[in-house]
């Protein structure tokens, strides 16, 4: 499965950004699939993750109430709506999926990433 993350960009505080991740195969549908991202300096960090089906979620405490994942499985597409962006979200985005339908929350659990999108919030 190849995923292809785009969305990224710069954006002011407060800001929005939509990020895409399309995958190559329809098997992706069937798979957990997850955000993480990576600042300069820091290591890879989950951000949010959702389970095949859409029906359930998980984020990261920084981000939660800011962020929503979701996925049009028809479009084999997840998406990372971000708002209310702050500096600190700056890095490059990464789409993980897994190879089970399960939410899965560590890098380790995922089988498949993208090339990831960077994100900069400016101040």
């Known amino acids: 499965v190849q995923l292809v993350e785009s969305g990224g960009g710069l954006v002011q505080t407060g800001g929005s950004l939509r990020l895409s991740c399309a995958a190559s195969r329809r098997t992706f549908n069937i798979y957990g699939t997850g955000w993480f991202r990576q600042a300069p300096g820091k290591e890879r960090e989950f951000v949010a993750a959702?389970?095949?089906?859409?029906?359930?979620?998980h984020y990261a405490d920084s981000v939660k109430g800011r962020f929503t994942i979701s996925r049009d499985n028809a479009k084999n597409t997840v998406y990372l709506q971000m708002n209310s962006l702050k500096p600190e979200d700056t890095a490059v985005y990464y789409c993980a999926a897994g190879s089970v339908p399960q939410l899965l929350l560590h890098p380790y659990e995922y089988r498949y990433w993208g090339q990831g999108t960077q994100v900069t919030v400016s101040s």
């Open positions: 959702i389970n095949w089906s859409g029906s359930g979620s």
